[in-house]
């Protein structure tokens, strides 16, 4: 079950309000939760969720285990094999058939490629459960001593499949006690149908056009033309970005409408004025999870610069790897890699040397450029493919600059490209800050256009998002796959 379809808004999500509603105890709303959480998991995944309960066994035990020894030794073997152990879980699923075509390159063994399937969000819940052990033996969050609780931690159903990372200390007051006023469930129907909309209008019409531009076929992406092979990539830019925020801000949303409080996962990363600033702006969750359970432990930035560039190069190596057992995804990492070191150590200083309305226009135009090229490395997990592309970028397949059929992509999308643009930066959040305090000031036709907005456009998106959808019964997000 996803987010952007008929059944989950109209059917599942109703019910569980509806039930959730009616329920004035908090330990049985979040029972019901559980059970809807597991059923929405099982409806997806069925025969991967006794993989999800027992890593959130282990991970339950461990935590008991850590805080019970905290003055021993013996707190950090047990944090070490929990650690071990979930990973284990999860390159098993993620990385075993990546693993086992390395062994056979240089090995020659084994002669048969495991197939796995991998379970959906397995990525997401196991970087939770980890960082909950490790906030215990860090002495952050007391260890829960009911099991079921920490299965609703893993298993929330507004974010188990694809994020955002959600901490257990930052919900663990949520989990014990809340209530949603009126402002809240405003607020969280308002966010998810933005992100519905975000995601039926325009990130799913964003694939139509790549699928088109860009056809998933070596010989028939070596004829694609210069301009077609830009504005695909273009497309593809706008697509991610647009999918993955889309999905954090349906997962925000339903989070606020049962009183649940997750960070934000997203902050217009196409305005960024460095890669630096971009990772400060893109899935902001998982950049502070490596950050703060890989990055600073390792060292950081405070043992010299030598240091801190390895320490970086470990960071971006798992986080490539984080993304996908395919090399690509590796490369992607690295290529991240050098231009944060390079950012670090030299072109940040030369930048700031620019006039600061001329440096600005730069540092952001060098920002997105470099994000753009870190896509087609990101899209393309066959080799060949993607230097068919690069090579269509730049005529050297003998591909025309552009034709006819280009054109006419171009023309008939243009008007969609620009609302696409605007849908990633800004600008809404802008007009919509400027309305609340000109409203909150007692200007009374802001206060009557900023109230009639709040109601109005929800149902508005509702309504187009519903109408995208019928016909349309299986549209899944992009970081389903992580």
Known sequence: ??????????????????????????????????????????????????????????????????????????????????????????????????????????????????????????????????????????????????????????SLFHQCIAGPIVRYKDIKDDLRERKTGIDDMNEGISRFTTGLAKKTLLANTCASIVDSVLPESIARLGSVTVLGSWFGMLLYALQIYLDFSAYSDMAIGLGKMTGFHYKENFNYPYVADSITDFWRRWHISLGTFFRDYLYIPLGGNRKGLARQILNMFIVWSLTGLWHGASANFILWGMYFFVFLVLEKVILLKLFDRIPKAAGQIIRRAYTFIVVFFGWVLFRFSDFSMLGMCLRSMFGMNGNKFTNIETNTVIINNIFFVIVAITASMPLYRYIVQKMRSSAASGRVCITYCYNVLNIVLPVILLILSTIALVGNSYNPFIYFRF
Not at 6 to 31: E, G, H, Q, R
Not at 83 to 89: D, V
Request: one cysteine or more; hydrophobic letters at 55%.
């Open 1 to 154: 079950m996803v987010f952007s379809s008929l059944l989950f808004i109209y059917i599942f999500l109703p019910v569980n309000l509806l039930c959730y509603a009616v329920i004035s105890d908090i330990k049985k709303k979040n029972i019901c939760l559980l059970v809807f959480s597991l059923m929405f998991y099982a409806w997806t995944s069925p025969k991967y969720l006794l993989v999800m309960m027992f890593m959130a066994l282990i991970n339950y035990m461990g935590a008991l285990w850590v805080e019970h020894f905290r003055n021993s030794r013996k707190s950090g073997y047990i944090l070490a094999a929990d650690i071990a152990a979930s990973l284990c879980i999860l390159a098993f699923f993620k990385y075993l058939g990546f693993i086992c075509e390395i062994s056979r390159f240089i090995t020659g063994v084994p002669k048969i490629i495991p197939q796995v399937l991998l379970p959906v969000g397995i990525s997401f819940y196991t970087f939770q459960l980890i960082s909950y052990v490790v906030d215990v033996y860090r002495g952050e969050v007391k260890a829960d001593t009911q099991y079921w609780k920490v299965l609703l931690y893993a």
